[in-house]
C-alpha cells in the first residue's frame, strides 16, 4: 500500500506565497510521475502540474510562470512552490502518483491520492 500526506496550505493573502508539500510511504520503489490537481467548489479536478522521474514537467496554462513544481526522488516527495496567488487559486490541493513501482517489482495499475490540503486566497 502506499499513501500520500500533503501539507502546507492555509489562508494567504492575494500576491502571497505558499509551498505545498507530498510526501509518499509505503512499499515504493519508484514513481514514474507525481503532480498536484485542484478542486474548487462546484468545479471539476484539474491539473495543476505533474513531473515524470525524468524531470518533465506539465503545468496548466493558468498557473504557468507562478507555479512550480519539484521532486525529492529519494524522499518520494513532490513540492509545489505558488507565487503570485490569485482568489481563483482558492481550491483544495490533492497530489497524485501514477506508475508506482513497489518494492516486489511490481507497477501498480492505478494511480494514488492524498486527501488533499485547503489552499484559500483571500484578504
Known amino acids: 500500500q502506499v499513501q500520500l500526506v500533503e501539507s502546507g496550505g492555509g489562508l494567504v493573502q492575494p500576491g502571497g506565497s505558499l509551498r505545498l508539500s507530498c510526501a509518499a510511504s509505503?512499499?515504493?520503489?519508484?514513481?514514474?510521475?507525481m503532480g498536484w490537481y485542484r478542486q474548487a467548489p462546484g468545479q471539476l479536478r484539474e491539473l495543476v502540474a505533474d513531473?515524470?522521474?525524468?524531470?518533465?514537467?506539465n503545468y496548466a496554462d493558468s498557473v504557468k510562470d507562478r507555479f512550480f513544481i519539484s521532486r525529492d526522488k529519494a524522499k518520494n516527495t513532490v513540492y509545489l512552490q505558488m507565487n503570485s496567488l490569485k482568489p481563483e487559486d482558492t481550491a483544495a490541493y490533492y497530489c497524485?502518483?501514477?506508475?508506482?513501482?513497489?518494492?516486489?517489482?511490481?507497477?501498480?495499475?492505478?494511480?494514488?491520492w492524498g486527501l488533499g490540503t485547503q489552499v484559500t486566497v483571500s484578504s
Open positions: 509505503g512499499s515504493i520503489f519508484s514513481i514514474y510521475s
Open positions: 513531473m515524470t522521474n525524468g524531470g518533465s514537467t
Open positions: 497524485t502518483a501514477h506508475g508506482v513501482l513497489t518494492t516486489a517489482m511490481v507497477t501498480e495499475g492505478h494511480d494514488y
